[in-house]
């Protein structure tokens, strides 16, 4: 799993690349924390429109950073594209609780404008 | 008829070692990519389980053994680890022994739906073995 970010004002765009599975989340868990707090981030943007697979795990790493965010008092969502990604956003009942998008560019906009 | 077995160590490589073997194992089937990825994420479920849950902080084998009888797959994976107490609470959707290890307590939920047929077997201090059925 690779990922990129980029951080706009206060809003972080983490592009994931490659299998979300319990081995990666481990590893991305620690990179995202460290990069929330140090920009003092109101919007995470997770965009996981590169993300050939994902599992559970993928899920618990999704919705513990939504709580963290909430608990920051900022937002999150995600973007998705894969059919493979999208059912087990479906699955996991996320959808209640984090906003999907299918465009990245649409959701940058509207996190910038929260700022 | 095929039929194979692997076993490997709990750590969590492997979790993407184990997609690949039983996405290998299938493709002589040729099964629509839908398919592929259910039983690639069934298995990833079961895996993880065993080396989050069943070895917990220590380390053992976890094996995995598949059938193929023209197009149904047959699957189980098992450890020799803590066990499950009490299987019924382990099934509920959202239960989850390790919450705080941000576990939503879904992959037996994710298990059932991706595939035809889920069984679980658990003795504690024993180990787990989980089957399933799916036709490709
Ligand atoms: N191989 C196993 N050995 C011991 N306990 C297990 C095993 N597999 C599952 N369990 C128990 O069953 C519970 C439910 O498993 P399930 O996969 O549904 O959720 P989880 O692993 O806790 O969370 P998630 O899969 O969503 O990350 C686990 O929390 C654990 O207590
Ligand atoms: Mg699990």
């Given at each position: 799993?690779?990922?990129?970010?980029?951080?706009?004002?206060?809003?972080?765009?983490?592009?994931?690349?490659?299998?979300?599975?319990?081995?990666?989340?481990?590893?991305?868990?620690?990179?995202?924390?460290?990069?929330l707090a140090k920009?003092?981030?109101?919007?995470?943007?997770?965009?996981?429109?590169?993300?050939?697979?994902?599992?559970?795990?993928?899920?618990?790493?999704?919705?513990?950073r939504y709580r963290?965010?909430?608990?920051?008092?900022?937002?999150?969502?995600?973007?998705?594209?894969?059919?493979?990604?999208?059912?087990?956003?479906?699955?996991?009942?996320?959808?209640?609780?984090?906003?999907?998008?299918?465009?990245?560019?649409?959701?940058?906009?509207?996190?910038?404008?929260?700022? | 008829?095929?039929?194979?077995?692997?076993?490997?160590?709990?750590?969590?490589?492997?979790?993407?070692?184990?997609?690949?073997?039983?996405?290998?194992?299938?493709?002589?089937?040729?099964?629509?990519?839908?398919?592929?990825?259910?039983?690639?994420?069934?298995?990833?479920?079961?895996?993880?389980?065993?080396?989050?849950?069943?070895?917990?902080?220590?380390?053992?084998?976890?094996?995995?053994?598949?059938?193929?009888?023209?197009?149904?797959?047959?699957?189980?994976?098992?450890?020799?680890?803590?066990?499950?107490?009490?299987?019924?609470?382990?099934?509920?959707?959202?239960?989850?022994?390790?919450?705080?290890?941000?576990?939503?307590?879904?992959?037996?939920?994710?298990?059932?739906?991706?595939?035809?047929?889920?069984?679980?077997?658990s003795q504690p201090?024993?180990?787990?073995?989980?089957?399933?059925?799916?036709?490709?």
């Open positions: 799993m690779r990922v990129r970010v980029e951080v706009k004002k206060r809003v972080l765009l983490a592009t994931l690349m490659g299998e979300l599975d319990h081995h990666a989340a481990t590893q991305l868990r620690t990179r995202l924390d460290r990069e920009h003092k981030i109101k919007t995470l943007i997770v965009d996981l429109s590169q993300v050939g697979f994902m599992d559970s795990s993928g899920i618990g790493l999704l919705i513990g963290q965010m909430q608990l920051s008092g900022g937002r999150m969502c995600i973007i998705s594209a894969s059919r493979t990604v999208d059912k087990m956003l479906t699955v996991s009942g996320i959808r209640k609780l984090v906003k999907v998008y299918r465009d990245p560019k649409i959701a940058l906009e509207e996190g910038l404008a929260n700022e | 008829m095929n039929e194979m077995t692997v076993s490997f160590l709990s750590v969590s490589e492997n979790e993407a070692f184990a997609r690949t073997v039983i996405a290998a194992f299938i493709a002589p089937l040729d099964p629509t990519v839908t398919l592929l990825n259910e039983v690639k994420t069934a298995v990833s479920e079961a895996v993880t389980n065993a080396i989050v849950h069943g070895y917990e902080n220590t380390q053992g084998m976890v094996t995995m053994h598949a059938i193929l009888d023209g197009r149904k797959l047959t699957l189980s994976v098992s450890d020799v680890g803590c066990g499950i107490a009490d299987i019924e609470q382990a099934m509920v959707p959202t239960y989850s022994s390790k919450p705080h290890e941000e576990r939503s307590g879904i992959g037996f939920t994710v298990m059932q739906s991706f595939m035809d047929k889920l069984d679980v077997v201090q024993k180990g787990t073995c989980v089957m399933m059925e799916k036709q490709l």
